[in-house]
């Protein structure tokens, strides 16, 4: 079975400050890893996803995570927040076999003051 | 990336009637499709797995007779949520992948509320 612990369901940062959102998954084979952000009744969109590849992963919007396997983590950074950063994020666990179906996390609010 | 449409984005329904959700990938085949749900300030939980023409897997808890999925074809999955409550409203969101995919592309969501 797999899970993921996202810690802290809400996070404030002030604009042009680092963005920290941290995410802890448990799997017992190789997972793959995705963050998603979404706007008010919006779907999901794809922020960056790791599969086996580089442990730093870059992707849209300024954001980057690294994959840690020894601490069983993947946690979202982004160095300056900009005001359209504030929305839910979602960090999620998958694995191929299983056909790309996704574990969420429970979610993260990033609220961005000016 | 693949872009896969959800229709409607917003759906209003009498208490007691039927709505069905449909869930289609524009420009790939998909042989697997996935259905979510997500209550207000929640995180999204799997309702369902459908693979084209078979039967779709259901999570532990989800009512296979009032929640009917459909894969019948590579390109199309419909949610049709029957005898609607109001404890149904919620926000409904497929995926869709298929083997080559390291990933799955999600819809839009679709916004139901029984009255």
């Known amino acids: 079975a797999q899970s993921v612990t996202q810690l802290g369901s809400h996070v404030s940062v002030s604009e042009g400050a680092l963005v920290l959102l941290r995410c802890n998954y448990s799997?017992?084979?190789?997972?793959?890893l995705f963050w998603y952000v979404q706007y008010p009744n919006q779907g999901l969109q794809l922020l960056l996803k790791?599969?086996?590849?580089?442990?730093l992963v870059k992707g849209i919007n300024g954001f980057e995570a690294e994959f840690k396997k020894s601490e069983t983590s993947f946690h979202l950074t982004k160095p300056s927040a900009h005001m359209s950063d504030a929305a839910e994020y979602f960090c999620?666990?998958?694995?191929?076999?299983?056909?790309?179906?996704?574990?969420f996390g429970g979610g993260t609010r990033v609220l961005v003051k000016p | 990336g693949a872009v896969v449409s959800q229709h409607p984005s917003r759906v209003i329904c009498k208490s007691g009637t039927s709505v069905k959700i449909e869930c289609r990938s524009l420009?790939?085949?998909?042989?697997?499709m996935f259905w979510y749900r997500q209550f207000p300030k929640q995180s999204l939980m799997l309702m369902a797995t459908?693979?084209?023409?078979?039967?779709?897997?259901?999570e532990q808890g989800v009512e296979k007779d009032k929640f009917l999925i459909n894969h019948a074809s590579l390109t199309l999955s419909t949610l049709t949520v029957t005898s609607a409550h109001p404890e149904d409203s919620s926000f409904y969101i497929c995926?869709?992948?298929?083997?080559?995919?390291?990933?799955?592309?999600f819809g839009q969501g679709t916004r139901l509320t029984v009255v």
């Open positions: 995926s869709a992948s298929s083997p080559e995919n390291t990933e799955a592309f």
């Open positions: 799997s017992s084979v190789p997972p793959y």
């Open positions: 790791y599969t086996s590849a580089a442990t």
């Open positions: 999620a666990v998958s694995r191929k076999a299983a056909g790309n179906k996704l574990t």
């Open positions: 420009d790939f085949q998909a042989t697997t």
């Open positions: 459908s693979n084209e023409g078979s039967k779709a897997t259901y």
